[in-house]
């Protein structure tokens, strides 16, 4: 059973690096100093997307968003896409956090053609991949999951059937929704405390004490807020189109999203100020202006 992975960026190199553990693997990506360190680990590579499809039965997609997953499928103008080398039956594996409404139209559009694609995105961040702990929601008929399971516990044990395709795309802009909020509501309760005279670590040590104690507060004050340490792999504009498509898909769907829409205006703002390519972080530095506190230190730094 031949597997490739096309897109081994920071998150889906850490997957690809997981499996090639346990499976050898064909690569492909834009960036070539990418794919030399993964043929230094003993992939092989790819020249181009049909060599992928051609040679492949199960194929690995970490894109930045949906738009991105459907130009590497179909193709654009001059560039052949994974379906025109296609091989009937192959299982398009799409780890992107992407748009459910598009995940479905896509898998529709390939199942016409004799292609299976499933939604497999992933929680936890490039460390918990390399950790073998990440959290993989698949959307996926129930014969699907069961052909793709095995291959995605050589990558960790922690993978949930979500249910239908485009399910685990759910799921995962649920989480980065309630992702989002929680590091804003973090930020803006440590802010009261240090403006109202406490100092910030004995602030986020109090808090890990009671009844406000979250994954941010516990993972991410301390170790990159408080140190200034704010790059954490992850840009505040991919987190912006994780919650706008979290967002959206809660207007098309009836849900009331009043707290989604503050924490996507948040990140709105922080992006109009610092870019798109700032790291999520950063966020914390525009809570510090607007409270006029100093939580993250002055000699800060995004690198």
Known sequence: MAIGYVGIGSMGGALARRLLLKEPLLVYDANEAAVSKFVELGATPAADLSEVAAKCEIIFLCLPTSEHVEKAIFGVEGRAG????????????DQTTGDPTATRAMAQRLAEKGINLVDAPVSGGPQGADAGTIAIMVGASPTLYDRIAPVLHRISPNVFHAGGVGTGHVAKLANNLLSAGQRLASLEAIALAVKNGI???????????????????????????????LNSGFTVGLSHKDVRLACKLGVDSGVTMFFGNIAREFQQMTINEMG?????????????????????????SLD
Request: overall charge negative; hydrophobic content about 45%; cysteine-free.
């Open 82 to 93: 994974l379906l025109q080398s296609a091989k009937h039956g192959a299982l398009i594996v």
């Open 199 to 229: 100092e910030p670590q004995k602030a986020v040590d109090i808090i890990n004490a009671g009844s406000g104690r979250n994954f941010f507060v516990e993972k991410f004050m301390s170790s990159h807020i408080i140190s200034g340490k």
């Open 276 to 300: 798109a390519d700032a790291q999520v972080n950063s966020v914390a530095l525009m809570m510090d202006r607007l409270a006029g506190t100093h939580v993250v230190p002055e000699d800060y």
